[in-house]
Each structure stands twice: as structure tokens, then as C-alpha cells.
């Protein structure tokens, strides 16, 4: 594998260009890698009754969707988004994946995961004790998600 960086003072925006002979783990590795380094800046336009934050999309811990809203939690406060959670995971990009049909995690927020005998399960988050809840149709995914987060860290 080579490494091959240029400089072109024309272009308006940055850009990273892989090439690969097949589409292997290690490039779904190192795309992935690439697309956290991109988004780890991204901020998210929130809400709090009439008052916007900016909030680093690194600081969310998930979206859920109530009552037609969907709410972003972080650890000590949760907002209101514009977005829907179909935006919000092609928005953010694949640490962000959904584990229900109401709900979008952060894979890196997430500490523990703990399985039921049913199939779904309950996720657990660093440093607080908020928790959000897995439906076993997405069960298999988070924890492949979980997996290929690791092994990038």
C-alpha cells in the first residue's frame, strides 16, 4: 500500500481520494477511520425551547424520536433536532447507526451493552447513566458496528 498526498492551490475543498484494487476490511477500516477524523468537528445545530446550541456531534450520546421530535442526549442535557434519524445517520456518518426504529447511537459513546434472552437489548454510556434500548433487528449491527469501532481505536 503507498501513501501518496499532493497540494493544488485551485481546488475549493479538500479532498481524499483512496484507490484500491478490492474493497478489503483494512480499506472499510481506514475509510472509517478517515470519515471520524472528518466528522469529529462536525456541529449539530440543537435546540432548547426557543435558544440554539452548537453542539460537537462527538458529545451526542443518541437520538430518539418522541412524540414526532427527535430528542439528542448528551451526558447532562437533552435537545431538540431539525433533523430526522435517517439525516442524522447519512449526516454523521457510520459511528452513528441506529439500534431501533426510534433510536440513533454514538458507537464511541457507548461503554456496555447488555443482551437479553428475547434478542434486544440495553445500551449503556460513558460517564453518565443514561441508557437507550436495542431492538433485536438491529442487534447483530450495533455489535458488528461495536466491533470494527474497536479495532480502529
Known sequence: MKLKSECDASIVEDEILIRYKSHTDRIRYIEEFLERII???????????DTEY?????????????????????????FTSNLKLFEITE??????VR?????????????????????????????????????????TTLKEKLKESRLLR
Open 54 to 78: 452548537y453542539i460537537p456531534a462527538c458529545e451526542i450520546l443518541y437520538f430518539e424520536t418522541e412524540v414526532g421530535k427527535v430528542k439528542a442526549h448528551t451526558k447532562e442535557r437533552i
Open 39 to 49: 466528522n469529529e468537528k462536525k456541529e449539530l445545530t440543537l435546540h432548547i425551547r
Open 91 to 96: 449526516t454523521l456518518g457510520s459511528h452513528f
Open 99 to 139: 439500534i431501533s426504529k426510534c433510536c440513533v447511537v454514538n458507537v464511541d459513546m457507548i461503554e456496555a451493552v447488555r443482551h437479553s434472552v428475547t434478542g434486544s437489548g440495553e445500551v449503556f454510556f460513558k460517564g453518565c447513566d443514561k441508557k437507550a434500548y436495542v431492538s433485536r433487528i438491529y442487534f
